[in-house]
């Protein structure tokens, strides 16, 4: 990953300030975590700043730093740690077509094509004449089965455009341009993945999709949700409707934990079936009982002697030579 920097100072604003919106989203962060855990709301706040401006300034960085206690150099790391954080102005809409392997054989150079030629040069730093556009190229979004496809990120949100061709990229730029709305998702009007050469429509019942089909979940007394209800006084059962409360099954009343049952072995469960308490140890007496015969005696081994010590045999002494004749 190259080294990623924050913009140049003649770009960077003189200070940053959080608007109103961006404050009660603050206080759902901010209230997540102990005082003295406040760092742990660094990357929520860096991508409210960057869904405010479109990008996080340096004076974010350390607006961010003041109220996560925390300092301003860690807040710096974050930032250019993470690709999603723009380190530098944007278009207002940020076009990031994945080129991967899948959306390159269905045809994602169109995509790029039509990009370079409505908007310029790929980077996010490159903004088109109108200040509405930048793109760049990302890998793989997880949308395969959709292929090509490109995310558009604004203020608004970050949504997926799929089963794309470069006309109908084309006609998403205008309609953008225009201030139009645009509806996310296939562009061809099937419903996710499904497929569209079946010869049997398949995920076509609008009760997959509007939740008519969902049962309500069981009565568990234990939750949060449920204490908090009967504590406002409030019903805490609210799917009840005329059927008595449930609890789930083999839950445990004091932590809500679901006991398991105990398992049963292969031994355990032939007993269980004929109605024994399991095999018994298979000992002489009844095999002789069953049989009418008799254990042989093991044979009797005679004890070995144990073998004679060997006594190293003396070597004889070494001869003393002769003492020599003078000669006369």
Not at 18 to 40: G, L, T, V
Not at 131 to 146: D, I, M, R
Request: contains cysteine; glycine residues 6%.
């Amino acid at each position: 990953m190259s080294v990623r920097r924050l913009a140049a100072a003649e770009v960077q604003p003189e200070s940053f300030t959080f608007s109103k919106e961006s404050e009660k989203k603050i206080a759902f962060w901010m209230n997540k975590y102990p005082e003295d855990r406040k760092a742990s709301a660094v990357i929520p706040l860096l991508w409210l700043a960057q869904k405010q401006e479109g990008w996080v300034s340096e004076p974010a960085l350390r607006e961010i730093a003041a109220r996560c206690e925390m300092p301003y150099i860690r807040v710096y790391e974050v930032a250019t740690f993470y690709t999603m954080f723009n380190l530098e102005p944007v278009g207002e809409h940020l076009i990031q077509v994945c080129g991967t392997t899948p959306c390159w054989l269905r045809g994602a150079d169109d995509l790029k094509a039509v990009c370079e030629k409505r908007i310029g040069k790929k980077g996010r730093g490159n903004v088109s004449a109108d200040g509405k556009f930048s793109w760049e190229e990302v890998e793989c979004l997880g949308a395969c089965s959709n292929a090509p496809m490109v995310q558009i990120a604004n203020k608004d949100g970050d949504y997926y455009y799929e089963d794309l061709t470069g006309a109908a990229l084309e006609q998403i730029l205008d309609d953008l341009t225009a201030g139009k709305p645009v509806e996310m998702g296939p562009v061809t009007g099937r419903k996710c993945s499904e497929p569209t050469e079946a010869d049997v429509a398949v995920l076509a019942d609008a009760s997959l999709y509007d939740g008519s089909r969902a049962k309500p979940m069981p009565y568990m007394p234990n939750t949060p949700e449920a204490k908090a209800a009967a504590e406002k006084g409030e019903d805490p059962d609210p799917v009840k409707k005329g059927r008595p409360a449930q609890k789930a099954p083999d839950a445990d009343e004091a932590g809500g934990a679901v006991k398991s049952a105990p398992r049963k072995t292969a031994k355990a469960a032939d007993a269980a079936k004929t109605g024994t308490s399991g095999p018994k140890k298979v000992t002489a007496k009844a095999v002789e009982k069953k049989t009418g015969a008799k254990k042989a005696p093991a044979a009797k081994t005679a004890a070995k002697k144990p073998a004679a010590k060997k006594t190293p045999a003396k070597k004889p002494a070494a001869k003393k030579p002769a003492p020599k004749k003078d000669a006369e």
